[in-house]
């Protein structure tokens, strides 16, 4: 079964600096898509950004982009310029390639707070 | 821009008593599928439904837990005998054409 680890529960940054998420995976599937998902304190699941194995290129939405490792099982998250809305709880999800409608399974999450 | 919703908010029940849970996804998805999260803790899958059938279920997901697409709007995920431990915040989310899965706002649901 896959599995999805976020091994900082919490990560703070300064107002207008950059930090980066980490996010580890065990599967033995060799497609896959991973996402991360931003809850603000409302609770709500925003998707961030999403990566599919197959793609070299490291996804990029704006001031969020991603470092995928496949060999390393490796997806972290780079937040650049951080502003105040970005702080809240992230989490890493996979899902697998198989047909359109797989199930998501997420990471602990990690609390980021942005400082002023 | 399409969103899902879902209602209520907010539902406080007593232990035993059954609850629905209302979703209306985007329209024009096919796959829908209802998540719960306790509170502190990850969010986790329950179900996915496709083609007026349950697609996939967790260990979760046992004979206490129903869902339903009762019309063509409507997605329900109906709890028979509700626990203290059922207490969490339950997601909604639906996806395609693309691969990606949009997620309703929530129901926090409070059993006393």
């Known amino acids: 079964a896959q599995t999805v680890t976020q091994s900082q529960p919490e990560m703070s940054v300064q107002e207008a600096e950059t930090v980066t998420l980490s996010c580890t995976y065990d599967t033995s599937e060799s497609d896959y898509y991973l996402f991360w998902y931003k809850q603000p304190p409302s609770r709500q699941m925003i998707l961030v950004i999403r990566q599919e194995a197959y793609k070299q290129q490291n996804a990029t939405e704006n001031r969020f982009s991603v470092n995928f490792q496949k060999a390393a099982k490796s997806f972290s998250l780079k937040i650049s310029d951080s502003q105040l809305g970005d702080a809240a709880m992230y989490f890493c999800?996979?899902?697998?390639?198989?047909?359109?409608?797989?199930?998501?399974?997420f990471g602990q999450g990690t609390e980021l707070s942005v400082k002023p | 821009e399409p969103e899902v919703t879902q209602t209520p908010s907010h539902q406080v029940t007593q232990m035993g008593q059954e609850v629905i849970l209302r979703c209306v996804p985007i329209?024009?998805?096919?796959?829908f599928y209802w998540y719960r999260q306790i509170l502190g803790q990850k969010v986790e899958f329950l179900v996915s439904f496709y083609n007026n059938e349950i697609s996939e279920k967790s260990e979760i997901f046992d004979d206490q837990f129903s869902v339903e697409r009762p019309d063509g709007s409507n997605f329900t995920l109906k709890i028979r005998s509700t626990k203290l431990e059922d207490s969490a915040m339950y997601f909604c989310a639906s996806s395609y054409p693309t691969n990606e899965q949009f997620f309703g706002p929530g129901t926090r649901l409070t059993v006393l």
């Open positions: 999800a996979y899902r697998s390639a198989g047909g359109q409608g797989g199930k998501l399974i």
């Open positions: 329209s024009n998805h096919l796959y």
